[in-house]
């Protein structure tokens, strides 16, 4: 079973049909997967009840089942249930969705006589364990992404664990300029000003912050001009400088673990993933070192340059990747009877 997308009408059940999803898994498979366009009832159960053993079925998408006042998102009772009546054992390998308490990871598991983790969500659990709580040092945090708001609970956890913090993104600017710089057209998030002041005066020790920025009068992809300190009003900063790559390379060296998690820039422009790449070769040559990435852009920037293989783990889920980070407990994972 597995979801796709969010399904809110009849159009969306056509656009996230799993039909092409499991004509895919067949030729991953090598072997036909049955597949049943249905999420319950008897067309279900009797394919269920005939399956040969070691053959495979994929049933519909279960987000189909929020058609019927969101039965699968808000985890009904009755659903759940239903889809463990149809199970013997349960293994859930869905770490994208395991900060989400839905029918069909939480509802399941708490219903059926058996449940495990897939080996996908072992090795995400027992990697981001080892970052948050028994990390070897020195241990470095690069955090970037737009919006400090999204990441202050991130902050929050890793700044006391880390022995370094270094921040980039847009949201590095809600901190610059919380320290009296002027930031120009940059991203600011004003409510959050208090929060910077207050968070880098406790930990000056530890936070690490931009000496130079790549700078547009648009936001587009143009050659950028390079500032350094204040900014001008008509400049928006759209990654770091190259002082600022330096400054973070060395801040690297030496490292024993390191969690990455955001992007330094606007990497959906050439001109503004540039610092962002750096970040990623630079902790690619770290020796001896545990190194994560998560985040949709960081990620894909590790792929771009074809170094997956360079870290040792590339995590598949942000959202469920971020809660843990901040120390929460996943209701997908904490669901499952046998977790070793």
């Not at 059940?13 to 030729?27: D, M, R």
């Not at 929060?195 to 936070?207: I, N, P, T, W």
């Not at 959906?268 to 040559?285: D, N, R």
């Not at 545990?290 to 920037?301: C, E, K, L, M, Y």
Request: net charge negative; proline share 3%; aromatic share 8%.
């Amino acid at each position: 079973m597995s979801h796709l997308g969010r399904v809110k009408s009849e159009e969306d059940k056509a656009k996230y049909n799993l039909e092409l999803v499991a004509k895919e898994l067949s030729k991953l498979l090598g072997k036909e997967v049955t597949f049943v366009n249905a999420t319950r009832g008897k067309e279900l159960e009797d394919a269920i009840a005939k399956l040969p053993h070691g053959e495979v079925l994929l049933m519909q998408n279960t987000r189909y089942e929020d058609l019927n006042d969101k039965a699968e998102s808000k985890n009904s009772p009755e659903l759940g249930k239903y889809w463990a009546s149809l199970c013997d054992v349960f293994v859930n390998d869905a770490f994208g969705t395991a900060h989400r308490a839905h029918a069909s990871n939480v509802g399941v598991a708490s219903n059926v006589k058996e449940s495990c983790l897939g080996y996908l969500m072992e090795k995400e659990v027992s990697s981001l364990e080892k970052a948050v709580n028994s990390p070897a040092h020195p241990y470095v945090a690069l955090i970037g992404g737009a919006k400090v708001s999204d990441k202050i609970e991130v902050l929050e956890n890793l700044v006391k664990i880390a022995d370094k913090m270094l921040i980039g993104g847009g949201m590095a600017y809600t901190f610059k300029k919380a320290l009296g710089q002027s930031i120009g057209h940059s991203l600011l998030e004003a409510d959050k000003l208090d929060f910077a002041k207050e968070f880098l005066a406790k930990y000056s020790d530890k936070v690490v912050l931009p000496i130079d920025n790549a700078c547009s009068l648009e936001f587009s992809d143009v050659e950028p001009t390079f500032f350094e300190g204040d900014i001008p009003d008509n400049f928006d900063c759209l990654d770091i400088g190259p002082k600022t790559m330096k400054l973070f390379e060395d801040a690297l060296v030496g490292a024993k673990t390191v969690v990455w998690n955001g992007p330094m820039g606007v990497t959906e422009f050439k001109h503004y993933k540039q610092g962002t790449l750096a970040m990623c070769k630079a902790i690619s040559k770290l020796e001896n070192c545990f190194s994560i990435v998560g985040g949709g852009d960081s990620v894909a920037a590790v792929e771009d340059l074809k170094m997956e293989d360079k870290f040792s783990h590339v995590s598949t889920g942000g959202g469920a990747s971020l809660e843990f980070l901040q120390g929460l407990k996943l209701p997908g994972f904490e669901a499952i009877q046998e977790k070793n």
